[in-house]
């Protein structure tokens, strides 16, 4: 038996799993201090699934979802740039937030899988993020 959802529940379901997951990315993120945070990846997941939402379901079978999806991933690349920059460490410029960037750039894909139902996906990648990103650092 298959539970069949109104579309406008569908959206919101959609809309809310983004939301939670971004929100795990972004609450570990927090926590380290860092600067793209817990609202910043809630924005960026709610985001690119109301993107991908918008496009499944309201533009009907003229939509491209995959351009969406193109758009979405150019758009996350400005973001994350702007979290990189060259830090002073002593006397040499290290980069720095490459890892907040990637993290960013994660949450957005969630975001849009979570937008086309991929729910497990969402899920899974989630936890892998929040996995990866509780690695302690290694010191060179």
């Known amino acids: 038996m298959q539970l069949v959802l109104s579309p406008v529940v569908e959206m919101v379901l959609r809309l809310l799993l983004a939301t939670v997951l971004g929100a795990a990315i972004g609450y570990q993120r927090e926590r380290a201090k860092k600067p793209a945070g817990l609202r910043t990846h809630i924005l960026i ?3 690119a699934a109301l993107f991908t939402v918008v496009s499944v379901f309201g ?3 003229s939509a491209d979802v995959a351009r969406v999806a193109a758009g979405v991933v150019t758009g996350i690349g400005f973001i994350g740039a702007g979290v990189i ?3 002073l460490r ?3 410029g290290h980069v720095v ?3 907040t960037a990637a993290s960013i750039w994660v949450a957005a894909a969630i975001g849009l899988a ?3 139902g991929l729910y497990l996906v969402a899920v899974l990648v989630t936890v892998l993020a929040v996995v990866v990103l509780m690695i ?3 010191q060179g």
């Open 45 to 47: 997941a709610l985001g």
């Open 59 to 61: 533009f009907g079978d």
């Open 85 to 87: 920059f060259r830090g």
């Open 90 to 92: 002593g006397n040499k």
């Open 97 to 99: 937030g490459l890892t």
């Open 114 to 116: 979570a937008g086309v």
């Open 136 to 138: 302690p650092r290694v």
